[in-house]
T-cell receptor
Framework: NAGVTQTPKFRVLKTGQSMTLLCAQDMNHEYMYWYRQDPGMGLRLIHYSVGEGTTAKGEVPDGYNVSRLKKQNFLLGLESAAPSQTSVYFC????????????FGPGTRLTVT | GESVGLHLPTLSVQEGDNSIINCAYSNSASDYFIWYKQESGKGPQFIIDIRSNMDKRQGQRVTVLLNKTVKHLSLQIAATQPGDSAVYFCAERKGDSNYQLIWGAGTKLIIKP
């Protein structure tokens, strides 16, 4: 199993450009998450999904949109990138009980100039 | 509100010694806690978890202690090795959610040779 994969690994955008980050998991997990991590800080939840076709806002959703058309994929979109969105983005997935463990992808490093 | 925080942002430990990383939480109703390790340039990896009906749980070279009286969590790493250098995060289950975690800011563990 590949676990959680993210595409791309690195990206540089100019202010105002748009892009989509792709997350894929092969563990048949119901729940998926998008986090951002800024230097020296913890993880902040952007959006999450509790199943195919459902999404919900997390702690810092502004400027981002998501879609979960297929159970194994969770897409994060930036419609008009801003320098404040320069960050490392992590996708994660989890199953239901008995554990709340989240499995993380390797991250996407995004720079907005 | 719910929050998870760490006492020390950086911890330096001599190789071979034991490391203790601390975490405080504010929600006395929290029933699940988890520790993650994040190596440079990688996504967080699960280390160990503990439920509130336990005071202690052991894994391979790691022990998590939970003190519900003072709302304190600690991760002990025995015989610290160079490969233990990383940032360690504690997280708790969000009280009204089966799947969301509330993350602390992280502690950077530095191993001195």
């Amino acid at each position: 199993n590949a676990g959680v994969t993210q595409t791309p690994k690195f990206r540089v955008l100019k202010t105002g450009q748009s892009m989509t980050l792709l997350c894929a998991q092969d563990m048949n997990h119901e729940y998926m998450y998008w986090y951002r991590q800024d230097p020296g800080m913890g993880l902040r939840l952007i959006h999450y999904s509790v199943g195919e076709g459902t999404t919900a806002k997390g702690e810092v959703p502004d400027g981002y949109n998501v879609s979960r058309l297929k159970k194994q994929n969770f897409l994060l979109g930036l419609e008009s990138a801003a320098p404040s969105q320069t960050s490392v983005y992590f996708c994660a997935s989890s199953q239901t009980l008995p554990s709340y463990e989240q499995y993380f992808g390797p991250g996407t490093r995004l720079t907005v100039t | 509100g719910e929050s998870v925080g760490l006492h020390l942002p950086t911890l330096s430990v001599q190789e071979g010694d034991n490391s203790i990383i601390n975490c405080a939480y504010s929600n006395s109703a929290s029933d699940y806690f988890i520790w993650y390790k994040q190596e440079s340039g990688k996504g967080p990896q699960f280390i160990i978890d503990i439920r509130s009906n336990m005071d202690k749980r052991q894994g391979q070279r790691v022990t998590v202690l939970l003190n519900k009286t003072v709302k304190h969590l600690s991760l002990q790493i025995a015989a610290t090795q160079p490969g233990d250098s990383a940032v360690y995060f504690c997280a708790e289950r969000k009280g009204d959610s089966n799947y969301q975690l509330i993350w602390g800011a992280g502690t950077k563990l530095i191993i001195k040779p």
